[in-house]
């Protein structure tokens, strides 16, 4: 599709030093950031989950994950390369990465202007995610 050649065409223009930059914000990273990439690393290795019928996310043990994506040289081309048609045999994933970007009604530090909510992404008290896959 257009976009989705549109959106390779931007991840192109990453440039090193641009790259090196994510790296050092990696390193003390912001809630949103770090929610950001871990649900980055998911989705990149989402074949990982094929044929579980949960998903567990764990920031404080699975950050070392992301650490290692960002550092990885390949980064970029794995971006690329990435097939989304694997999502169709990991859909707990996409539920996952679903529920963290839904909007929490409870969630009283909203500043979000779409009815005083925000993401989940951006709440401070999704640490330990445990999704199951439809129907389970």
């Not at 290795?45 to 070392?64: I, L, Y």
Request: hydrophobic share 40%; net charge neutral; aromatic share 6%.
């Amino acid at each position: 599709s257009d976009r989705r050649l549109a959106a390779a065409e931007e991840v192109r223009r990453i440039s090193k030093q641009q790259l090196a930059e994510i790296r050092q914000l990696a390193r003390h990273p912001a809630p949103v950031l770090k929610s950001s990439l871990l649900l980055l690393w998911l989705l990149l290795n989402s074949e990982r989950f094929r044929g579980r019928s949960t998903v567990h996310v764990d920031e404080a043990k699975d950050w070392h994950k992301c650490v290692r994506m960002l550092r990885d040289e390949g980064f970029t081309a794995q971006i690329l390369n990435y097939d989304p048609s694997v999502l169709e045999g990991a859909p707990h994933v996409v539920a996952h990465v679903e529920s963290m970007m839904s909007f929490d009604p409870d969630d009283e530090e909203a500043s979000s202007e779409v009815a005083g909510k925000r993401p989940r992404i951006f709440s401070r008290s999704r640490s330990l995610t445990q999704i199951q896959a439809p129907g389970d």
